[in-house]
């Protein structure tokens, strides 16, 4: 999740364990939501959306759940690899002047121990 | 790899100076937006450029400008540079403005 301070929060997980990544986010009125994956040196990767009208997105390995009562977004990874240590940031997107400007939350480290 | 790319990877100027980053979009795309990210933070939103016009701007001041090419090529100058600009420039380009944006691998900016 977020929290405030120079450190990123921290998730350390087993090989092969499930991971859940959560993100709370600050505008009632976003209507997308993506998740990134960003490897060290690298630009942000696009990993899975949802749509403010859906309340659950699978893909292959990951799932985003979106409770938007109390405006939480999760990611979950199944059968975590060390290939998925990486920091994974939420972005909420608004629809600001017709185009799509996504607001990043600060990310979350995920370290995998094989 | 998402076919954006960026030049330099990196860059060290001296507080005061002027400083031009570049990229290129992937292939068909239209649209190229700039993020600058500071360390332990996530990227922030410094403006997008839909079909050459700005088309949208974040948080930042003036010293801060771009421009987009006829190849939908773009390029991002920073003017009068402060110690607080050091920070990873990211540029991420996509279909279309409301598109889903793929990002390049950055330029890392270093200022003393």
């Known amino acids: 999740g977020e929290s405030v301070g120079l450190h990123l929060p921290t998730l350390s997980v087993q090989e092969g364990d499930n991971s859940i990544i959560n993100c709370a986010y600050s505008?009632?009125?976003?209507?997308?939501f993506i998740w990134y994956k960003q490897e060290s040196g690298k630009g942000p990767q696009f990993i899975i959306d949802?749509?403010?009208?859906?309340d659950k997105r699978q893909g292959q390995r990951v799932t985003v759940l979106l409770n938007k009562t109390v405006k939480h977004l999760s990611l979950q990874i199944a059968a975590t690899q060390p290939g998925d240590s990486a920091v994974y940031f939420c972005?909420?997107?608004?629809?600001?002047?017709?185009?799509?400007?996504?607001?990043f939350g600060r990310g979350t480290s995920l370290i995998v121990h094989p | 790899e998402t076919g954006v790319t960026q030049s330099p990877t990196h860059l060290i100027k001296t507080r005061g100076q002027q400083v031009t980053l570049r990229c290129s979009s992937q292939?068909?795309?239209?649209?190229v937006s700039w993020y600058q990210q500071a360390l332990g933070q996530g990227p922030q939103f410094i403006f997008q450029?839909?079909?050459?016009?700005?088309?949208g701007r974040g948080n930042f001041p003036p010293r801060f400008s771009g421009l987009q090419f006829p190849n939908y090529s773009s390029e991002l100058n920073v003017n009068a540079l402060e110690l607080d600009d050091s920070a990873l420039y990211l540029c991420?380009?996509?279909?279309?403005?409301?598109?889903?944006?793929?990002f390049g691998p950055g330029t890392r900016l270093l200022v003393l």
């Open positions: 991420a380009s996509s279909w279309g403005a409301a598109e889903t944006q793929y």
């Open positions: 505008n009632s009125a976003s209507d997308y």
């Open positions: 949802i749509r403010s009208n859906m």
């Open positions: 972005a909420e997107i608004s629809l600001s002047g017709g185009s799509y400007i996504p607001t």
């Open positions: 292939s068909g795309h239209n649209t």
């Open positions: 450029y839909y079909r050459e016009e700005e088309n």
